[in-house]
């Protein structure tokens, strides 16, 4: 893959990029778009493929971009289709300053050290280039404002801002809440960036995150132990003594 053409990922972090305050709309939910975001131009180099509401290796060579391709090593070793929402919601500690760091290694944004209360060290990113963030947005407005189906890439930019809470950032105000709807609206242009954005939404409100049953007791067991087992607890509800162990234990 050629460095001619900005990523998914690269691009839905300039959309993020306040350039203001050289901080991060929606950091939380960004680091979850960002892995979608790999997903997305994996399938569009051909490397990966949309299984139902999975995701399939079907080209594991390299595509040339190191962040890209590490995520495709470990889709590969999976061995079998993974759910987006899975994946999605796996591990991406760092994903986001990864990213950060490699735009500023292009020269696209420039780190400024500073300080918070004072005391904590911290960094912002200035893009170096405003007309880079403004292009990418121009691209949102235009199918917005349009109504013409966008290319996959931009109907996946689309429907990747929107999952992560971006339309706000970019659309602000009253003013910006038919261009809100409409940017939700272009998720159904590209099949891939539709299942991916759905993953992701689907992890920030805790579908990825099912409980494991616990395996039925066998037949045998359960007879040994002479009597049902006893109901789990509810999670942060402790559980209540029973009134005949409580009595013996107030005799002792």
């Known amino acids: 893959m050629g460095r ?28 979850l778009g960002l892995a979608g975001a790999q997903l997305v131009e994996l399938a569009l180099a051909g490397r990966i493929a949309p299984d139902g509401d999975r995701i399939a290796v079907v080209a594991p060579r390299p595509t040339g971009d190191p962040t890209l391709d590490c995520a495709l090593e470990l889709l590969r070793r999976r061995g079998a289709p993974v759910r987006a929402v899975h994946w999605i919601g796996g591990p991406r500690l760092g994903l986001r300053q990864t990213y950060l ?16 209360c004072g005391v904590l060290p911290t960094t912002r990113y200035q893009a170096t280039d405003t007309e880079i963030s403004r292009e990418i947005k121009a691209r949102l407005d235009s199918a917005i ?17 929107h999952a992560v809470g971006l339309g706000k950032h ?50 045998g067991r359960q007879a040994a132990a002479g ?13 209540q003594p029973r009134r005949g162990s409580m009595a013996r234990a107030v005799a002792h």
């Open 4 to 31: 001619s053409r900005r990523t998914l990922p690269e691009e839905l972090l300039l959309l993020a990029l306040d350039p203001t305050t050289g901080t991060t709309a929606q950091p939380q939910s960004l680091d």
């Open 101 to 116: 760091s490699h735009l500023e290694r292009c020269g696209m944004v420039h780190a400024v050290a500073g300080q918070m």
């Open 145 to 161: 404002r349009t109504g013409v189906p966008p290319d996959p890439r931009t109907a996946a930019l689309a429907a990747l801002a």
């Open 170 to 219: 970019l659309y602000p105000g009253n003013e910006g809440r038919s261009s809100r709807s409409r940017l939700r609206d272009l998720i159904r242009h590209d099949p891939m960036g539709g299942l991916v954005a759905h993953a992701v939404m689907d992890v920030q409100n805790g579908v990825a995150a099912q409980p494991r049953r616990s395996p039925a007791p066998s037949p």
């Open 227 to 239: 009597a049902r087992p006893a109901p789990e607890p509810a999670r942060g509800v402790p559980m």
